[in-house]
């Protein structure tokens, strides 16, 4: 976790063909959060950066994608239903190089396939699953277009 606050507002520098950092965090909440971290990791391939606990349920976890960016959830709280999505409504996309062994590998362990692996219109290469929560994820090729030049 950076604790530096100069670095943890400061824009991004990257200059790869314009592209954009990963800034937007999606987050969400689960029924079984412990389970959820165990599938994401374990099964579709996430990094476990960080969880916290409270009271013995979840109250952070950040999961971060090896090829970029990643999500934040915890601990379903009906408290939070003002500000949250309920369990089972969130939905993402996950930007891979490596879609094909991807769906394979999620395929041969049995996880639920909501769209089979396709080539879309706009360029991409992808598939969507659900994971044990009912959540939605499509993962494929297509990285966004490149930001347009800034005046």
Known sequence: MNTDESTQNAPSTSKTAN?????????????DAP?????????VGFLRTAVF???????????????????MFGSYDPAAAEWCTAPG?????????HVDDLYRRLTEAGVKVVR??????????EFSVADPE?????????A???RPDQP
Request: charged residues 20%.
């Open 35 to 43: 389970a959820l971290i165990d599938f994401l990791v374990g099964t």
């Open 19 to 31: 592209r954009r950092a990963p800034d937007v965090w999606p987050a969400f909440q689960a029924h």
């Open 53 to 71: 606990e409270d009271a013995g349920r979840v109250a952070h976890a950040q999961l971060d994608w090896p090829e970029g960016g990643g999500v």
């Open 89 to 97: 409504t969130f939905s993402a996309y996950v930007v891979t190089a």
């Open 134 to 142: 009912g959540n939605k994820w499509s993962f494929g090729t297509y």
């Open 116 to 125: 089979e692996l396709q080539e879309r219109p706009y360029g991409s290469r």
């Open 144 to 146: 966004g277009e490149p």
